[in-house]
Structure formats: structure tokens, C-alpha cells
């Protein structure tokens, strides 16, 4: 199936000097039936970080499988915004999710 609801972010923590977990619930569409569970088990996730609050182009971009990824190299003191995607098998993305609240990194 095509990801047509972006995943939901739940929570951003800095986690460790320069890193970010940022954790997240799969599209809405991907519990809606025992097919869709199935095909969703097999996508990915990607992570966009954004400095500033900025939305205009991402600083950094990070992929996973499931709920949290771990975003690293972030700068000490810099305000920080994350977006979330899911990306089936053939490389279709979902629209992004809405921006996270702001996490300034320690």
C-alpha cells in the first residue's frame, strides 16, 4: 500500500550529548486492517531535523525501521524541529508529519 498518512511523532528526548530520539506511531492506515498491518511491517522511517524551528531544508536525515531513531551530531545549544516519513518497499514516501515541538540539545 501507498503511505498516505504520514507517522505521528509522540516525543523528541535528547538522549545523549549531541543525539535525539525521536519517537513516533506508524500511520493510522497501517492499523486499519490485518493486510495493511502486514504490508507495514516490512516498511521504513526516515527522520529530518531541522534547525532553528526552520522547515526550509533539512540539516540531517536519518532512516530506520521502527519507533525511536536516533538522530547524532547534533550541535550543543542549537534548537532543534524533527519531521517524520514512512516509505513502503518501493520507495514511495508519506507526506511529512508535523513538526515536532522545539528540543534544544545540550
Do not use: H
Not at 524551528?53 to 519507533?67: K, L
Not at 524533527?82 to 528540543?103: G, H, M, R, V, W
Amino acid at each position: 500500500i501507498t503511505p498516505l498518512i504520514a507517522p505521528l511523532i509522540t516525543s523528541v528526548v535528547a538522549s545523549a550529548s549531541g543525539q535525539a530520539s525521536v519517537y513516533f506511531d506508524p500511520p493510522t492506515q497501517c492499523v486499519q486492517s490485518r493486510a495493511n498491518m502486514a504490508s507495514c511491517a516490512s516498511w521504513s522511517y526516515k527522520v529530518e531535523s531541522y534547525t532553528g524551528g526552520s522547515s526550509s531544508s533539512p540539516s540531517s536525515t536519518v532512516t530506520g525501521s521502527s519507533s525511536p531513531i536516533v538522530v547524532t551530531g547534533l550541535t550543543s545549544s542549537t534548537v532543534y524541529r524533527f519531521k517524520a516519513y514512512a516509505i513502503n518497499t518501493i520507495a514511495e514516501e508519506s507526506p511529512p508529519s508535523s513538526a515536532s515541538p522545539q528540543l534544544t540539545i545540550s
